[in-house]
C-alpha cells in the first residue's frame, strides 16, 4: 500500500508537524520587558534548525508563524493574527525562518557537535538583524537606542537557549543514528 517514498515523505512530514507543535506549546509563554518579551521561542527555532536541518526546520517554523498570523494564540503572551506580522517587533518572527535556516545549514553542512551552536549564533545574528531593521523602520528609532532595547536584553538569554538547544539537539541526533 505504502511505497518506501511515501513512508519517508509521511515520517518527514510528522517530525516537521511535531517541532511546529512544540513551538506552538513553546512560545505563548511569556515574561515582557519592553516591546519584545522574553519565551523559549528561540530555543524551539534553534532546536528545529539544528534536529531537522535547513529545509524542514524552516518549515517547521513556517508552519508555526503561518498558524499564528491566521489568529491562533502561539505567539508571546498567547496571541496571534496578521496584526503580530505589521508590528514593530514583527521582523523578529519573520526571522525566525532565517535563523532556523541558518542553524539548519551549519548542522547539515558540518555535522559535527560544534555546528550546532555555532549556526545558532550566526542564525541569532541574522534575526536580529533583519528584525532590528524591522523594527527600526516600524518606528523610525535609531539604531542604538533599538539595540538597547530589542538586542541587548536577550543576549544572556539567548546564549543559555542556544547551550541548551545544543546539548539536546546533539543526545536527539547521536540517538536517531
Known amino acids: 500500500m505504502f511505497n518506501t517514498d ?4 509521511l515520517k518527514e512530514m510528522t517530525v516537521i508537524a511535531v517541532f511546529s507543535a512544540l513551538l506552538c506549546i513553546i512560545s505563548p509563554f511569556a515574561v515582557p520587558i519592553g516591546p519584545i518579551s522574553i519565551t523559549l521561542a528561540t530555543f524551539g527555532v534553534y532546536l528545529s534548525g539544528a534536529v531537522l536541518g535547513s529545509k524542514r526546520g524552516g518549515a ?3 508552519i508555526y508563524l503561518m498558524l499564528g498570523f491566521v489568529g491562533l494564540p502561539v505567539f508571546s503572551g498567547f496571541s496571534g493574527g496578521i496584526q503580530k506580522l505589521f508590528s514593530a517587533t514583527g521582523g523578529y518572527l519573520v526571522g525566525y ?10 548542522a547539515d553542512k558540518f555535522k559535527k557537535p560544534w555546528a550546532c551552536p555555532l549556526g545558532m549564533i550566526a542564525g541569532t545574528a541574522a534575526l536580529y538583524s533583519f528584525g532590528t531593521a524591522w523594527y527600526c523602520i516600524l518606528t523610525g528609532s535609531k539604531l542604538l537606542p533599538a539595540l538597547s532595547l530589542c538586542v541587548l536584553p536577550f543576549l544572556a538569554g539567548d546564549g543559555i537557549k542556544i547551550a541548551c538547544a545544543s546539548a539536546l539537539a546533539i543526545k536527539i541526533k547521536s540517538r536517531g543514528r
Do not use: D, Q, S
Request: with cysteine.
Open 6 to 9: 511515501n513512508r519517508i515523505k
Open 60 to 62: 517547521a517554523v513556517a
Open 97 to 106: 525562518i532565517t535563523c532556523a535556516a541558518i542553524t539548519g545549514l551549519f
